[in-house]
């Protein structure tokens, strides 16, 4: 026996030929076998095109499409729960209502329902333990109500209200408040006689007696009639001791003060300038002019103006 053979006997098999499917066969064949949508990606061993159990396997579908058209019955299936009714509807409505009339009153009487002395507070006012959010909350607000109502029975004694503020320094002393106030009150009236003071150094003799003269008659007025005519007696007085440098009968009157100032200092009593407020210089003045000439200016202005005026008044009367 040749190599040939023996591999030919052994290993080989000759291929049987194909039967021949009828028409009837063919279509009974596809009835059973189905409509197969496989993957061209897919990878792996399993390459005939069977059905796999993960969910990019092959989808397999039991008719073929002219099948599924012929078809008078409904074929769909419904996927998920069944739509309710109205009366379905209406039932779950008073479910859901019932369940939440009774979520309400069983948090009213959390928080009615009094404390256990079992349970451990803490310092919140809220129970330890699992709870829910709703309890938790409900014994926080029994709580704020408890301490409040606690603060108004206590009155004011134990609250402090109505009570002045006790101050204290850095070393915690405390701080006589009036007696700050006091010192601050002494402190502003010495300020402010300072500054009085202050004021009435930069004052001149002069306006100084001028005030206290003012004053006096102030006072005087008081007993004085309304009206005053001209032969009262003090209106008179004064008049006559006021000085008028361009009186020409000042020399005919008799001077009480002579040589004396306003503030009662004497004067000097020789020949001075004139100047603008017809101050007369002290008795401690040696007679030389230290001023810049503005006096002299001043009145020598005064003069040629009125002396103009007097001219053109006469040549108007001439012409």
Do not use: C
């Not at 279509?27 to 496989?38: N, Y």
């Not at 769909?76 to 209502?97: E, F, M, N, T, Y």
């Not at 129970?127 to 408890?146: I, N, S």
């Not at 009157?253 to 210089?281: D, E």
């Amino acid at each position: 026996m040749s190599l040939a053979e023996y591999l030919a006997k052994n290993y080989l098999t000759a291929d049987s030929k194909p039967e021949k499917l009828s028409k009837k066969r063919k279509r009974k064949d596809a009835k059973a076998g189905g409509l197969i949508i496989a993957d061209d990606d897919s990878l792996g061993w399993n390459s005939n095109g069977a059905a796999r159990d993960d969910e990019d396997g092959p989808l397999t579908v039991g008719a073929n499409s002219a099948e599924f058209r012929k078809s008078k019955s409904n074929n769909w299936k419904i996927i998920g729960a069944k739509a309710p009714s109205s009366s379905d509807q209406a039932a779950a409505d008073a479910i859901i209502a019932s369940a939440a009339a009774e979520s309400n009153a069983r948090k009213l009487e959390d928080e009615d329902a009094p404390a256990v002395d079992g349970t451990v507070k803490m310092e919140s006012g809220a129970h330890a333990g699992l709870q829910t959010a709703d309890q938790v909350t409900a014994q926080l607000k029994r709580k704020q109500a408890e301490e409040r109502q606690r603060f108004l029975e206590d009155g004011d004694e134990v609250s402090g209200r109505g009570k002045e503020t006790i101050y204290r320094d850095a070393s915690g002393r405390i701080i006589n408040v009036a007696m700050k106030r006091a010192e601050a009150r002494k402190k502003a009236e010495e300020e402010a006689a300072k500054a009085a003071a202050e004021l009435e150094a930069q004052k001149g003799d002069v306006q100084r007696a001028d005030r206290a003269k003012r004053k006096e008659q102030l006072n005087e007025a008081k007993f004085m009639p309304v009206a005053r005519y001209a032969d009262d007696l003090d209106m008179n007085e004064e008049l006559k001791e006021r000085e008028r440098w361009n009186d020409p009968a000042s020399e005919f009157l008799a001077k009480k003060k002579q040589g004396k100032s306003v503030s009662g200092k004497p004067l000097y009593t020789g020949p001075s300038m004139p100047n603008r407020y017809g101050i007369r210089p002290g008795h401690r003045w040696d007679g030389v002019d230290r001023g810049n000439g503005f006096e002299k200016e001043y009145f020598a202005a005064q003069n040629r103006r009125r002396n103009l005026k007097d001219l053109d008044y006469a040549w108007q009367m001439d012409e």
